[in-house]
């Protein structure tokens, strides 16, 4: 049995929601403002947070949403990073034209592996996106002439209207918002109810006249072409792209991101996305002030570390907090109505 | 002359690849788990092994006792506290578990020994073997008899014992099975158990060969085209196939560089899922929608 726990929840409004709306305005404010208030710094890491927003979102449909195990998001992110690098370098295409066409070839590749095991029944998934995160990691590094193989590629400096960082990172967060809502309206349609309807039991779907294969490729590939977007902007956000950002690591990383957060949430993406961007620097922050010896030491104390965290983070969550930290605060808010 | 040499290599490499997917398979037709921590179980117990052998200085007799022991309370300590609590959940959640695990396993391993190559004391004799005149490394050589000698008993076990049938019989009809007379969440544990056994074996015999580093684990990435090629459900299938893997993946890294070597098994993972997902030796559980 599925767990109740995971069923998307509709708060009812039933009358002019005043409150909710200067919330959101209050929101926009902030987000709008934060760059003046805060240096270099902030701005960045609040970018790198919008990023991994969308990409967390992605791997929520797939993962969350529509029950299929993805342990390759990141590869799907290479691509879309690699397509918008290219299109940068070589046709010199404005921003936004670059994101959707790493979108849309995260897409088509999402459909390339999630064809043939997509068909199948059971954990197929989980190890063709194994499968794609290796084979996608080699063309990445042996088609040289393409990618630049390990050294990678530089993407030509983006200023959007001349406000740099600033600008980029207004174009980001406005990005992540409109990607929240369209995956939020999303799951209010026929198409988003299907997935959750093939989530918990796929033969009654079928008998409700949803075509499983499809929808289930539909859910998997709109997921990549989510991580594809995210990529996209991270390669024009950090201006290289390299096969080392997208190991088996990253992706472990973005499950954990879905699962701190709360599967089956857009609160919860973007709450896990923030969690986990920010929770390696201030681990770091934290070992480099009563750590042991130097910052070299540090600093190859920290990757085992974060590894081993974000497993137990997973682990933890889904045995203790199936809902993530979205089902944390829903409770919280829950309790402190009555 | 050349390929004949590199083939019986490769088939001495490919049985290494047998144990680990053994494992795999146990657990899978046992429980319908697919362990995606298998290689980071193997990882420490070669990493146990070392410790015991190098760090504390007792002989390889013990060293592989003790490395073993520890290996399958790992096993059964990831089987008891974290995927019995999680029974009838939906299974993509067990497997993100054993994921989860895998990654603190890496991360443990590598804060306790570092992200360097570590070498254990030669227990293999290194003498290589001839075979007329094509020469066979002597680890490797003696790695696979050991190999060979652990898989056999386990097949033998698994075949034969009343363990075994329940075990069998757990995984065609769990209700059934429970029924009978069966304790099912027991069958579970052993089958976790003897996966234990077997990747700190064969994480014993890698690591003798190649050192030990945390991306040891990698390996069982290779042992993932062994177990879809088979089957997922085949034990008998999953020694051929390892063996008909470790062969190509030799031959494809000789001619055609490492690189390949390495992209090689996850070809063939999506050509099987492609042209006949039940592998070679599979049953014909799967269902199609």
């Not at chain 1, 404005?94 to 066409?101: C, E, K, Q, S, Y």
């Not at chain 1, 857009?266 to 896990?272: H, Q, R, T």
């Not at chain 2, 990654?103 to 227990?123: R, T």
């Not at chain 2, 014992?161 to 304790?183: H, L, P």
Request: aromatic share 12%.
């Amino acid at each position: 049995m599925v767990s109740e726990a995971l069923i998307v929840h509709e708060p009812t409004a039933s009358r002019f929601p005043v409150g909710r709306i200067a919330g959101w305005l209050l929101l926009a404010a902030i987000l709008l403002a934060f760059p003046a208030f805060s240096g270099a710094y902030f701005v960045f890491m609040a970018t790198l947070v919008a990023i991994n927003v969308i990409a967390t979102i992605g791997l929520n449909i797939t993962v969350g949403y529509a029950g299929l195990l993805s342990i390759g998001h990141s590869a799907f992110i290479g691509v879309g990073a690699y397509t918008g690098a290219l299109m940068a370098i070589h046709l010199g295409t404005p921003l936004i034209v670059n994101v959707a066409g790493g979108a849309a070839a995260a897409f088509l590749v999402g459909l390339v592996f999630g064809a043939p095991s997509l068909r199948i029944k059971g954990i197929y998934l989980a190890i063709a996106t194994l499968a794609a995160q290796y084979s996608l990691s080699f063309v990445f590094q042996q088609w040289t002439a393409v990618t630049g193989g390990d050294r990678g590629l530089s993407v030509p400096r983006v200023d959007v209207f001349g406000f740099g960082e600033t600008g980029f990172y207004y174009v980001v967060v406005a990005l992540a918002a409109l990607l929240c809502l369209a995956a939020r309206n999303l799951f209010r349609t026929r198409i988003g109810r299907a997935f959750i309807a093939l989530r918990e039991r796929d033969y009654a779907a079928q008998v409700l006249g949803i075509n499983v294969v499809r929808y289930k490729l539909l859910a998997f590939a709109l997921g990549s072409a989510y991580a594809g977007a995210a990529g996209a902007l991270t390669a024009m956000f950090l201006r290289i792209v390299n096969p080392d950002q997208f190991t088996l690591a990253a992706s472990v990383f973005f499950l954990a991101a879905v699962v701190v957060g709360g599967q089956a949430s857009i609160l919860g993406s973007i709450l896990g996305a923030a969690f986990m961007t920010l929770m390696p620097e201030i681990l770091r922050a934290v070992l480099e002030l009563w750590g042991p010896g130097g910052t070299a030491d540090v600093a190859g104390f920290l990757s085992p570390l974060r590894e081993f965290i974000f497993g137990a983070l997973i682990v933890g969550f889904l045995v203790f907090e199936p809902r993530g930290l979205a089902g944390l605060i829903q409770r919280l808010v829950g309790r402190s109505n009555n | 002359m050349q390929i004949l040499e590199y083939s019986l290599i490769g088939i001495a490499s490919g049985g290494l690849y047998v144990l680990a997917a053994l494992g795999f398979v146990i657990i899978y037709k046992a429980s319908n788990v697919f362990n995606f921590a298998m290689g980071e179980m193997m990882m420490f117990g070669a990493y146990l092994f070392f410790a015991m052998t190098v760090q504390l200085h007792f002989g390889w007799p013990v060293a592989v006792i003790a490395a073993l022991a520890g290996s399958v309370a790992l096993a059964v300590a990831i089987d008891r506290v974290l995927l019995q609590r999680l029974i009838g959940q939906p299974v993509i959640v067990l497997v993100m578990v054993t994921l989860g695990v895998g990654s603190m396993i890496k991360g443990a391993s590598g804060m306790i020994w570092g992200p360097d190559i570590v070498q254990m004391p030669d227990f293999l004799p290194r003498k290589p073997i001839f075979i007329g005149d094509i020469l066979i490394p002597g680890k490797l050589a003696w790695g696979f008899l050991a190999v060979g000698v652990i898989a056999t008993a386990f097949m033998l076990y698994y075949r034969f014992s009343r363990t075994g049938v329940a075990i069998r019989a757990t995984s065609s009809d769990q209700i059934t099975a429970e029924g009978m007379g069966i304790n099912v969440r027991w069958i579970f544990s052993l089958a976790w158990a003897i996966a234990g056994v077997l990747a700190g074996a064969s994480g014993i015999v890698i690591g003798a060969l190649n050192g030990i580093t945390p991306q040891l684990g990698a390996v069982a990435l290779n042992v993932l085209a062994v177990v879809m090629l088979a089957g997922m459900t085949s034990v008998g299938g999953v020694v051929i196939a390892g063996i008909f893997i470790g062969w190509v993946e030799t031959l494809v890294g000789a001619y055609l560089g490492a690189a390949w070597q390495n992209f090689m098994p996850y070809l063939i993972v999506l050509l099987v899922m492609t042209v006949k997902p039940t592998g070679l030796f599979g049953e014909r559980q799967i269902e199609r929608i």
